[in-house]
C-alpha cells in the first residue's frame, strides 16, 4: 500500500510560479516511478510528468515541458512539481500517482490539489 497527499496548490497571476509536493508513505519509496496528472473541468485527465524511481529519467508532456520539472527527494519520499510561467490553461486539480505495478500502471493516487492561474 501506498498513501500520497499533495500540498502546494493555490490560486496565482499567469507568469507565476507554484511548487506542489507529494508526500509518499508506505510501500519502499525509491521501489517505484512517480507521476503528476492534471483534470480541468470538463476534460480528460491528462498525464503531465512522470519521473523514474532513481531519478534519472524524467518526462513531460509538450504542454508543460520547458516550464514544469518533477523530481524527488528520498529522504523526504517526496516528489515535487515545480511550476513555472503558468498559464490560465494550467489551471487544474494536480494528482500525483504511484506506479507500483508492472500490469496496472500507476495503482495508487493522492486526493488532487487545486491550482487555478489567473489572468
Known amino acids: 500500500q501506498v498513501q500520497l497527499v499533495e500540498s502546494g496548490g493555490g490560486l496565482v497571476q499567469a507568469g507565476g510560479s507554484l511548487r506542489l509536493s507529494c508526500a509518499a508513505s508506505?510501500?519502499?519509496?525509491?521501489?517505484?516511478?512517480m507521476g503528476w496528472f492534471r483534470q480541468a473541468p470538463g476534460k480528460e485527465r491528462e498525464w503531465i510528468a512522470t519521473i523514474n524511481w532513481r531519478g534519472a529519467y524524467t518526462y513531460y508532456a509538450d504542454s508543460v515541458k520547458g516550464r514544469f520539472t518533477i523530481s524527488r527527494e528520498y529522504a523526504k519520499n517526496t516528489v515535487y512539481l515545480q511550476m513555472n510561467s503558468l498559464k490560465p490553461e494550467d489551471t487544474a486539480v494536480y494528482y500525483c500517482a504511484a506506479d507500483t505495478d508492472p500490469v496496472q500502471p500507476y495503482d495508487y493516487w493522492g486526493q488532487g490539489t487545486q491550482v487555478t492561474v489567473s489572468t
Open positions: 508506505g510501500r519502499t519509496f525509491s521501489a517505484y516511478r
